[in-house]
């Protein structure tokens, strides 16, 4: 076990450890938001044949190869053609087959004209200009080539995506299974919305964010609910857990206070402690472990610390989990919007805004910063990276963020 561990010995610890979980193959309409567990091939071109992106005539090019204003070329039209139908006729000399948009280029020919800048009286059609072999021809392939990887695993299926697998005679799409995650809170002055507070009591505010933030991300979410700070209780629902989920969360009771007995919890049940404590403020009592392949993530009670912890702990080891191929926040530099007076002896996370103004990438600090603050994460997007031993800091100067949120609220 290590103990006190920087933030990004804690990810690399549990990333190491961690493999994607299971695949299964889902119907295409319920793909969209999943990750995929394979490569996806195209089976064949896309699109499959040669065919016009208009409505016109399609024609040898070299037929209409003298055509001017003055001296425009007729041609005889043969044939109609609609989307989806294929030409019967070929396109032979000093004729032309009439074609929707989407239609196969009917055979012998190698150009389309468009409607447009045709005259046609009945089945006599004049060209006044002409047109290179190839022209106004969508080729095959021009999307997708045969063979071609897609997308590939790891990848987040889109909405395009979707589109283009579906376009592609896909009728299923094999991805990874949902990660599950258990998720638990601790602590005797807790009680849930449906109880009346009592004196010394608090909402329990830690089970719903986290709850929250787990099917953000698209996992399938169990809530144990809260437990009091009681060794046994809060073993048996750890194991209750973990007979299940893949991870499980739970808050609360890691600190070094009596009634903090989580880390004896996990003890009890024989888990092995990857870590214990992480340089950061907030959320320095985090603990992991790991049972059987399965991973206990113990975040500090305080409910700004458990999100942030949440966020910068646990959700690259789930989303390693999930099968993607990127975990980790998005590093940017930005210029501080604020003066923050206090000085950092350890590295800190402060909640800011990020947003990009004409050009410069900047943060604004989010509110107050204190552990227990729940008001400054709501607009919170980014978390500004403040080094250990940092003093005062003001606005305009230069830091380090780490992205966690929508920038461009989308
Ligand atoms: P702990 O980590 O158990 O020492 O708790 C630290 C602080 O966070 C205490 O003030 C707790 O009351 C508070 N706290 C712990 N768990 C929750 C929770 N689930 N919801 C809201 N506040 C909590
Ligand atoms: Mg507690």
């Given at each position: 076990m290590r103990r006190n561990v920087a933030l990004e010995e804690a990810q690399d610890l549990l990333l190491s450890l961690a493999d994607p979980v299971g695949e299964c193959q889902l119907a295409l309409f319920d793909a969209v938001g999943r990750v995929l567990s394979r490569d996806i091939e195209a089976p064949f071109n896309l699109p499959p044949f040669d065919k016009s992106p208009l409505d016109g005539y399609a024609v040898r090019a070299q037929d209409i190869a003298q055509a001017s204003a003055d001296n425009p070329v007729v041609l005889e039209v043969v044939e109609e053609v609609a989307a989806g139908h294929t030409a019967r006729r070929k396109v032979t000399t000093k004729t032309a087959i009439k074609v929707m948009t989407g239609t196969a280029i009917p055979a012998g020919a190698d150009?389309?004209?468009?409607?447009?800048?045709?005259?046609?009286?009945?089945?006599?059609?004049?060209?006044?200009?002409?047109?290179?072999?190839?022209?106004?021809?969508?080729?095959?392939?021009?999307?997708?080539?045969?063979?071609?990887?897609?997308?590939?695993?790891?990848?987040t299926v889109s909405p395009a995506?979707?589109?283009?697998?579906?376009?592609?005679?896909?009728?299923?799409?094999?991805?990874?299974?949902?990660?599950?995650?258990?998720?638990?809170?601790?602590?005797?002055?807790?009680?849930?919305s449906s109880q009346k507070l009592q004196p010394g009591k608090i909402y329990n505010s830690n089970l719903p964010s986290l709850v929250a933030a787990c099917l953000k991300l698209g996992t399938q979410i169990t809530a144990l609910g809260n437990v009091p700070d009681e060794l046994?209780?809060?073993?048996?629902?750890?194991?209750?857990?973990?007979?299940?989920?893949?991870?499980?969360?739970?808050?609360?009771?890691?600190?070094?206070?009596?009634y903090d007995v989580v880390p004896d919890a996990l003890a009890r049940l024989g888990a092995d402690v990857i870590y214990r404590g992480v340089n950061m403020k907030p959320g320095s009592p985090a603990v992991a472990a790991e049972a059987n392949g399965k991973f206990v993530i113990c975040l500090s009670g305080n409910p700004a610390a458990a999100l942030i912890t949440f966020e910068l702990i646990a959700v690259p080891l789930i989303k390693k989990k999930m099968g993607l191929n990127s975990y980790l926040p998005a590093r940017l530099g930005a210029k501080l919007g604020d003066d923050f007076a206090k000085a950092s002896p350890q590295?800190?996370?402060?909640?800011?805004?990020?947003?990009?103004?004409?050009?410069?990438?900047?943060?604004?600090?989010?509110?107050?910063?204190?552990?227990?603050v729940l008001k400054s994460l709501v607009n919170c997007n980014a978390y500004v990276d403040?080094?250990?031993g940092s003093g005062r800091m003001v606005a305009g100067q230069d830091v380090s963020v780490l992205i966690v949120g929508d920038v461009f609220g989308r």
């Open positions: 150009a389309v004209i468009k409607f447009e800048d045709v005259r046609r009286a009945g089945n006599i059609c004049k060209f006044f200009h002409p047109v290179k072999a190839g022209g106004n021809i969508v080729p095959a392939g021009e999307d997708v080539r045969k063979g071609e990887v897609i997308a590939a695993r790891g990848t995506l979707v589109g283009l697998i579906a376009a592609l005679g896909y009728a299923e799409v094999p991805v990874f299974d949902k990660v599950k995650i258990a998720v638990i809170s601790t602590g005797d002055e807790l009680v849930d046994d209780a809060i073993a048996n629902i750890i194991s209750l857990g973990l007979a299940d989920a893949d991870i499980v969360i739970t808050t609360g009771g890691v600190s070094v206070g009596d590295r800190r996370f402060l909640r800011g805004r990020f947003q990009v103004a004409e050009g410069v990438n900047r943060v604004m600090l989010t509110g107050e910063q204190g552990n227990g403040v080094p250990a």
